[in-house]
Each structure stands twice: as structure tokens, then as C-alpha cells.
């Protein structure tokens, strides 16, 4: 490997970066958004499958929309932050594998195998909702993720339109409010979780 990145770009992205739970009263752009997708689409999927479907919610009327699918303990960071993205997938992500991926025939691994598809489907968006995220935070945005909602209440809401898609989970951004963070938990040595064999 030729290149790294810099400490301070580690610090951004790991090691000093935060899930964060209130926001600052600044705004993110349509043209943020897609500056965050544009990187975020870079990271790699299996067979670059792409199954991450994306709604980003920055109304006030989709804020009251989504806090109404959340636990209690989600709903203020919903309606506070400056735009919160529902990370879902679709089931039926093989048919865009012949232009996605056309050095083989990729499509036919999963026709008439939905069980593979959700497998596969849901295994490569949270891949891609992961690369959203540092993404975001490599761009100088704060991410606040979060799984206390209704997923089946969201996939009717937001995806209605598209009855293959499910809503996984969700992730505020914005620029955090440094008030709204706990301390640090606990992040284990390498010992405690790895072997090298």
C-alpha cells in the first residue's frame, strides 16, 4: 500500500468520531446528500449487487412521518436532526445485476431463491449503510445511528412505492451537538475478540 491516510483523517472518521443524539441548527443540502452517496456508492458489494435502497428524510413532514415509526427514546433526534436516511434493500436487487455486474451472467445465481436474495440483500446494504457512514463523517458530517423503530411501520410508509424494498435501519446526519454524547464506552483490545491462525 502506497498511501494512508493521515492521522487526523483516522481521527475523523474512528477515532474520534461519535454517534451523536442532538444536532446543531445547520443545515444538510441535497447536494450533501449526494456528495455522501456519490463515496459511499464506491465500497464494494458482492458482485457489486448495489441492494442498499436509501430514503432520505429532510421535511418536517417526513421528520413527523418517521418519529411516528420510532421508539419514544428516537423520535426528538429524528425531528431534530437536519436529515435522517432509512437504510433498506430490495429483494429483487438481482434483476439490476446485468448492467451492475456484467462480466457473467450474476442474475440466474438468485432467480427463484428469495431466501438467498434477502441473505445476500441484507448482508450488502448494512455494508453500504457502514460505508455511508464514514462516508459522511469523512466529509465533516456527525452520524447518529439507530435500530429502535418500527421497520415494518417504515417499509409501509416510505417505500410503499416499491412493495420489494424493506426499511433496515436508520442513521441521523448532521453536525452533532457535543452536549448530546455519553463517554466513551469501552472498545476491546485485540486479544479479547481475535485469534490469528
Known amino acids: ?16 468520531a461519535r454517534s451523536y443524539n442532538g444536532w446543531l441548527d445547520k443545515d444538510v443540502t441535497e447536494a450533501d446528500i449526494q456528495a455522501i452517496y456519490d463515496l459511499m456508492k464506491m465500497g464494494p458489494t458482492s458482485a457489486n449487487q448495489q441492494p442498499g435502497r436509501f430514503v432520505w428524510v429532510r421535511s418536517d413532514e417526513a421528520k413527523a412521518k418517521l418519529a411516528d415509526c420510532a421508539m419514544e427514546g428516537n423520535k426528538e433526534k429524528i425531528l431534530a436532526a437536519p436529515a435522517t436516511v432509512i437504510i433498506g434493500y430490495d429483494l429483487d ?13 450474476a442474475k440466474s445465481w438468485f432467480e427463484g431463491d428469495e431466501a438467498a436474495r434477502k441473505e445476500s440483500a441484507f448482508r450488502n446494504s448494512v455494508l453500504q449503510g457502514a460505508y455511508l457512514m464514514i462516508a459522511a463523517r469523512a466529509l465533516g458530517f456527525d452520524c447518529g445511528p439507530m435500530s429502535g423503530f418500527d421497520q415494518d411501520k417504515t417499509t ?9 424494498y424493506r426499511a433496515d435501519w436508520i442513521c441521523s ?7 448530546s454524547i455519553f463517554d466513551r464506552s469501552p472498545r476491546p483490545e485485540f486479544d479479547t475478540f481475535n485469534k490469528v491462525v
Not at 500500500?1 to 474520534?16: H, Q
Not at 436487487?93 to 451472467?105: G, M, N, S
Not at 409501509?156 to 420489494?164: G, K, L, M, N, V
Open 156 to 164: 409501509a410508509e416510505f417505500f410503499a412505492d416499491q412493495p420489494r
Open 1 to 16: 500500500m502506497s498511501d494512508t491516510l493521515s492521522d487526523s483523517a483516522l481521527d475523523l472518521i474512528f477515532r474520534n
Open 93 to 105: 436487487f438481482h434483476e439490476q445485476l446485468p448492467w451492475l455486474f456484467p462480466h457473467t451472467d
Open 173 to 179: 446526519i448532521g453536525y452533532g451537538d457535543p452536549e
